[in-house]
């Protein structure tokens, strides 16, 4: 069964940082997409940032030249690095794994992130 756990969320002010972390287990790590989707009271779900497993990256026009995705393989983790943090960036944060091959997807409990003005 595929799990996923994130953690690293938590309040920080406007400008600061934080690093999200998501642990897989499983055993098909290596063989799937991983990706950070957020979601704010009231919105829908989006798209933060994905990563495949060659490490071609992806991102949200509202994030890029801010945030970082990257895997360790190793690890069985994917790792979201979140710079210069607006208010705008406050919401749950899911982790979510999808296979490449029939496009399955699974999610995280998400965290929380929340950035003070």
């Known amino acids: 069964q595929v799990q996923l756990v994130e953690s690293g969320g938590g309040l920080v002010q406007a400008g600061g940082s934080l690093r999200l972390s998501c642990a897989a287990s499983g055993g098909i790590f290596r063989a799937v997409v991983m990706g950070w989707y957020r979601q704010a009271p009231g919105k829908q779900r989006e798209l933060v940032a994905s990563i495949t497993p060659a490490s071609s990256t992806n991102y949200a026009d509202s994030v890029k030249g801010r945030f970082t995705i990257s895997r360790d393989n190793a690890k069985n983790t994917v790792y979201l690095q979140m710079n210069s943090l607006k208010p705008e960036d406050t919401a749950v944060y899911y982790c979510?794994?999808?296979?490449?091959?029939?496009?399955?997807?699974?999610w995280g409990q998400g965290t929380q992130v929340t950035v003070s003005s």
């Open positions: 979510n794994l999808r296979t490449v091959v029939t496009a399955r997807n699974y």
